[in-house]
């Protein structure tokens, strides 16, 4: 069975702390994503990495960073968390390959910086 | 820059009935992949349906049916015989999966 799973389910982090989403497929996929869901907004891409050590900016980088030094784990990182960044953040992976095959999701991380 | 819109933020329908979704896409490319994911309440999101642009023929998948119009960008699921276990944020997401819509939220009622 498919499986991605992300470290929390609730977090709460105080603003300016330095957080850390951590997200493992076991898949042996090469393509992970980080999203952030947000009412109204649906899911927007954060970043993505099609190989280990390699990171791609979406469209709202800003504020985060990522790291992916093994295939199987893909962490999301807010340098200092501010209050903006409260919001439910999803993980996916699919298939490699040149056809864009469906996204396995995490459940998700909401997060709260209060 | 790829764009995909859901212009109903909520929609309601009562059980057994039928209803349907709307997404309008806009792409640059000739070949490509359409997709709806479902959320559930509190629960992972997970894979509908997904019409491949280059087929005529609209995706289906039990209940779940498209109406995919490639020349106006447009790509509605249907929802037939609406079950209470239907109720859940819908995502309509771009060729590339890297853009989602707005979402929709359905409710079905008994």
């Known amino acids: 069975d498919v499986k991605v799973t992300q470290s929390s389910r609730y977090l709460v982090k105080r603003t300016g702390e330095k957080v850390f989403l951590e997200c493992v497929q076991d898949?042996?996929?090469?393509?992970m994503f980080w999203y952030r869901q947000d009412p109204g907004l649906g899911l927007r891409l954060i970043y993505f990495?099609?190989?280990?050590?390699?990171?791609e900016k979406g469209d709202i980088p800003e504020g985060y960073s990522v790291s992916r030094e093994k295939k199987e784990r893909f962490s999301l990182i807010l340098e200092s968390a501010s209050t903006n960044q409260t919001s439910m953040y999803l993980c996916?992976?699919?298939?490699?390959?040149?056809?864009?095959?469906?996204?396995?999701f995490g459940p998700g991380t909401r997060l709260t910086v209060t | 820059a790829q764009t995909v819109t859901q212009s109903q933020p909520e929609m309601s329908v009562q059980e057994a009935e039928t209803v349907t979704l709307s997404c309008t896409y806009d792409?640059?490319?000739?070949?490509?992949?359409l997709f709806w994911y479902k959320q559930p309440p509190s629960r992972q999101m997970i894979l509908v349906i997904r019409?491949?642009?280059?087929?005529?023929q609209n995706a289906t998948e039990n209940r779940f049916s498209v109406n995919f119009q490639k020349a106006a960008k447009s790509f509605s699921l249907k929802i037939s015989d609406s079950q209470l276990g239907d109720t859940a944020m819908y995502f309509c997401?771009?060729?590339?999966?890297?853009?989602f819509g707005g979402g929709t939220r359905l409710m079905v009622k008994p």
């Open positions: 996916a992976s699919p298939p490699g390959g040149q056809l864009p095959y469906e996204q396995y």
């Open positions: 997401a771009s060729p590339s999966q890297l853009t």
């Open positions: 990495s099609y190989d280990v050590k390699m990171k």
């Open positions: 792409t640059s490319e000739s070949n490509y992949y």
């Open positions: 898949m042996d996929h090469e393509n």
């Open positions: 019409q491949e642009a280059y087929k005529q």
